[in-house]
């Protein structure tokens, strides 16, 4: 019994180890791009462009930066709700392939604009799974769109 309680108590405080490391890196994720959101609309605050294109370009870059802050934050968000225990997740039996074809074809285009080539290369196979289909989205979203950064 007492090996099992100090189990429990080194696995509690790898746990809360794991915890301050997250924060640390989201804090750290989030403060360079937000010190790029800064700098670029204090340069367009002061007129500090040659051109409107330059400032257009550094407004692109902030909004960039914008949106990557708000997916780390999201991410951060979805996986403290996930630790909680309130949370519901609604399995349902799909394919697999179909589901991944689609979001592929939803990407293709946003990866052509940037240059790059979205190579799929699944089974022909049916993979049936069960799964929670929107946290499965959100996830392979994620990846996509942290391919094309």
Known sequence: MADKIQEKIIREKNIQRSKSELVTNVAHDIRSPLTSVIGFLEMVK????KSREERDKFVDIALKKARTMKKLTDNL????KLESTNVKLNFSTICLNDLIYQVVDEF???FEENNLKL???IILEN???RIDVDMFLRALNNLLYNALE
């Open 46 to 49: 002061d007129r500090e462009y």
């Open 77 to 80: 968000f979805i996986f403290t």
């Open 108 to 110: 293709l285009v946003i």
């Open 119 to 121: 190579i799929d290369s």
């Open 127 to 129: 993979l049936m799974v």
